[in-house]
């Protein structure tokens, strides 16, 4: 291991509306744990991270301390703190927290099923230019529609990825792309990918995560997650 330091941002301040339900996706649980229990298990464990910035809502920090951090031992968390109006604004705080930080790992509490070798690649993936996608190559024909709901275009399959997280970036890189654009519009900003993009020209690297690593966002993707867990040993 050399001195690098990377800090891992986990964002849990979504208010999950999809899921329909009354307990925020990232606090439901799954086989006994809450679904942010998994991620964290995850960085805790790993000796790429020494140290995890959790972002969360204002009314859930004594919760997230409490019930999730403390209560499972996850010691690499060294910040818990209140996120943004929008995703973005979210980073931005977590941004602002690392300290002496190389390379961070921007990750959605809500992904339970990152592995080491997902967290493996993607910093080799950003040792190259300083910013690395994860994500799987779509399964499906994917269409462009128009703005009638009429088919524009057909991307050739093989070219089309499904960005998944964690995205990880040198942090002056990050930082400085989150700075600047923060005095523009941001409303179309869906991923950090694009922040970097947009304000910097970085080439970014694609790299391959897990077809397994699903985003819980609705009751459905539970089921499917529910039926991961029975074969996989975290």
């Given at each position: 291991?050399t001195d690098?330091?990377?800090?891992a ?17 990232q ?22 991270i ?53 390379y ?17 690649r ?69 991923d ?43």
């Amino acid at each position: 291991m050399t001195d690098m330091k990377c800090t891992a941002i986990v964002l849990a301040a979504g208010q999950g509306k999809r899921m329909n339900s009354k307990i925020q996706k990232q606090f439901i649980e799954l086989k006994g744990y809450p679904v942010l229990y998994y991620s964290l298990n995850c960085f805790q464990k790993s000796p790429l991270i020494q140290d995890i910035v959790l972002v969360t809502g204002e009314s859930v920090l004594s919760y997230c301390k409490n019930e999730i951090v403390d209560k499972y031992g996850f010691t690499k968390v060294t910040s818990i703190i209140a996120g943004g109006k929008e995703r973005y604004d979210s980073v931005y705080a977590g941004l602002r927290a690392c300290v002496n930080c190389d390379y961070v790992f921007i990750h959605d509490g809500a992904r339970p099923f990152i592995t080491e070798e997902i967290l493996e690649r993607g910093l080799e993936g950003a040792k190259e230019t300083g910013a690395c996608v994860i994500g799987m190559p779509s399964k499906d024909t994917i269409k462009i529609a128009d703005e009638s709901g009429f088919v524009k275009e057909t991307p050739n399959r093989s070219r089309v990825w499904a960005i998944q997280t964690p995205q990880i970036f040198s942090y002056p890189l990050i930082r400085g792309a989150h700075e600047s654009i923060r005095k523009k519009d941001m409303t179309a900003i869906t991923d950090d990918a694009m922040v970097v993009e947009q304000e910097t020209g970085t080439g970014i690297r694609l790299v391959e995560g897990s077809y397994q690593n699903i985003k819980i966002t609705t009751p459905e993707d539970l089921t499917v997650a529910e039926a991961f867990l029975k074969k996989l040993v975290l």
